[in-house]
């Protein structure tokens, strides 16, 4: 078997395999003598076809179950051979050859690139030092308190951190679009849920208000069919509630299996997971 490989462009590179015909040759003779054995053809006792009347039926079914059998095990010869490490599936494709004594192909692939790791042996590092302050508790805790709030409904005119449950439904030059109505839906003012515009227009709105909001969706708008366009939202308003966090007492604690040593025990337990989390980030 002769190899030769070629770079091409960036990480490419083409392969080329030749090979003796009679690797193949005498592998297509020993199936076809096999089958003489086994096949059933009209008028001929099984076992006593010719081989003749054999490679006429499946002569080139056979030749090409064999060379494509050959061209897989000789690519992967080939390519130990010239220790290459191949990102991915080659394409291979048969040269035609004046010569009917030997079988080339050229297979093409890409490699890895080879990366070349430098030495350490004098850089410097500088040790992380990262503490875990009482401030940085209170964030936490505070995080943890917004993400168990709950919504209470009230008389009043909608503020930034409301949430609002409205109605809608959005016209683009007067049609309506895939998405564009809305049942009981809660947009809390200020957590940029909804395109620009719409969450600030609901400051101020009371339950029963209807309001209308003349909008833009981004340019970048993942529904690509109104990106960019203008649209117009009928918006009826059916409650407005305020947000209430819920109190740092032993309840709220059990919540998160703490159900002895108050809150400094719950300080602790976070502190704890907040040093998990460090550590994972850093050597996870």
Known sequence: MQVSVEPKEGL?????VEFPTADIDGEVKTRLQSLTKTVKINGFRPGK?????????FGAQ????????????SYFEAIAQEKINPAGQPKIDLVDEDNKDVIRYKATFEVYPEIEVASLSEQTFEKANVEITDADIDATIENIRKQNQVFNEVDRAAEEGD?????????????????????DVPVVIGQAQMIEGFEEGLKGAKAGDEITLNLTFP?????????GKDVQFDVKVKAVNESSLPELNDEF???????????????EEVKKNMQIELFNFFFG
Do not use: C, W
């Open 163 to 183: 949430q609002v449950v409205v109605d809608f439904v959005g016209t683009i030059d007067g049609e309506a679009f895939n998405g564009n109505e809305g049942k």
């Open 219 to 227: 340019e970048d708008y993942h529904y690509t069919d109104v990106a």
């Open 12 to 16: 490419e590179r083409e392969m080329t």
């Open 49 to 57: 076809i010719p081989v003749s009347v054999v490679k006429k039926r």
């Open 62 to 73: 056979v030749e090409a179950e064999v060379l494509n059998e050959k061209l897989q095990k």
């Open 253 to 267: 604690f059990a919540k998160f299996g703490i159900t002895d040593g108050g809150e400094e025990a719950f300080r």
